[in-house]
């Protein structure tokens, strides 16, 4: 397997995976969506709520905020030591909201949460949580847990995790009369022409439309369009808990636990 | 009533980028530009920026007026 970064940053990253198979693709991406854990808020105890939204659509939009994680720190609540159902240091964090508005109306924001552990914290500052009217006040505390994405959307780590199979676009110079009919309609300005050379760039944003294929006026056509069954460009794009490059290494040691416990189980009991 | 979190679709985080949007269409400024500086990029996204109304600010305008008028000396 030969694996080529094509893009990386913090929340995004773009891989180009060579001599691979898309079984093997599905699983880390299906890994990757349902099992990476992340924090979140799953707890909010109110003490006062006079804003204009319900108490439980306010608990639902502060469990949605992604929280930054800490994944060596804390344990996910099943496996921690203390198999308390509330909660120890090592698997919950409280945060506190208590804002009034005095005599104009505010926005209650995300940086208005005051985190037991300095460390977990929202991941931007600007989330606009509810407004308040003069004299509107809220009061809660929040708790928040790890948790995996196949419990609920607000412990998934990615808003994005994709793969394709690598696009392969390739112009035949002797039936080609530069007419220019593909570079026309290929949305993505893959295919550009120089002179009277068709040439192709940046072939890892191809969509594989076959727009270009249906647009060659040349009988047998020009262009063709096909793809790589054995490589893929590999996508994610994480929602800020998590570095993107430690969510793939995330998914990969689960991967790998579920196949030691694959082989554990595999040979037969006698009975 | 007051802008997701996030993506009803994908999930990315769009409860912080409203404001700087909605700021910037008001002056006058290309939405789908505003859109692509955002960074976001699918129209799962796009959308819920583009279709958003924000009623909290007209029912907050309910309160605002009735603390005024309890203050109003009768």
């Known amino acids: 397997m030969k694996i080529q970064i094509l893009e990386k940053n913090d929340i995004s990253m773009r891989l180009l995976i060579e001599g691979t198979n898309a079984p093997l693709m599905n699983t880390l991406r299906r890994i990757i969506l349902s099992e990476v854990p992340t924090m979140a808020v799953d707890d909010v105890v109110i003490l006062e709520n006079s804003s204009a939204l319900q108490d439980e659509f306010l608990a639902h939009r502060i469990g949605l905020v992604p929280l930054k994680t800490d994944l060596d720190t804390y ?6 030591e203390c198999k308390s159902e509330f909660g120890c ?14 005599d104009h109306t505010i926005v209650v924001r995300s940086s208005d949460f005051k985190s037991e552990n300095p460390t977990v914290i929202p991941v931007s500052n600007e989330i606009s949580l509810v407004k308040l009217a003069p004299e509107q006040k809220i009061r809660l505390e929040a708790y928040a847990r790890l948790g995996k994405g196949k419990d609920h959307a607000r412990w998934q780590s990615v808003s994005m995790c994709t793969y394709k199979y690598k696009p392969i676009i390739s112009v035949n110079t002797e039936l080609c009369n530069s007419c220019g009919e593909c570079v026309e309609a290929c949305s993505r300005n893959i295919i550009t022409k120089t002179g009277k050379k068709i040439e192709i760039r940046n072939l890892e944003n191809c969509t594989l439309c076959q727009d270009c294929v249906k647009a060659c006026q040349e ?25 993107s490059e430690r969510i793939l290494r995330e998914a990969l040691n689960i991967l790998d636990g579920k196949l030691v416990e694959f082989l554990k189980q595999l040979p037969v009991k006698k009975t | 009533m007051i ?72």
């Open chain 1, 75 to 80: 344990n996910l609540p099943e496996n921690c």
């Open chain 1, 89 to 102: 240091n090592l698997c919950r964090v409280s945060l506190v909201l208590d804002v009034e508005a005095e």
């Open chain 1, 219 to 243: 009988t047998p056509k020009a262009v063709k369009s096909s793809w790589d069954e054995t490589s893929f460009i590999f996508a994610i794009e994480s929602t800020g808990a998590l570095t």
């Open chain 2, 3 to 74: 802008i997701p979190i996030r993506c009803f679709t994908c999930g990315k985080l769009i409860g912080d980028k409203w404001e700087y949007f909605s700021r910037r269409v008001k002056e006058g400024e290309d939405a789908g530009k505003v859109l692509d500086d955002l960074g976001l990029d699918r129209y799962c996204c796009r959308r819920m920026l583009l279709s958003h109304v924000e009623i909290i600010d007209e029912i907050i305008r309910f309160y605002e007026t009735g603390k005024q008028q309890q203050m109003r000396p009768t």
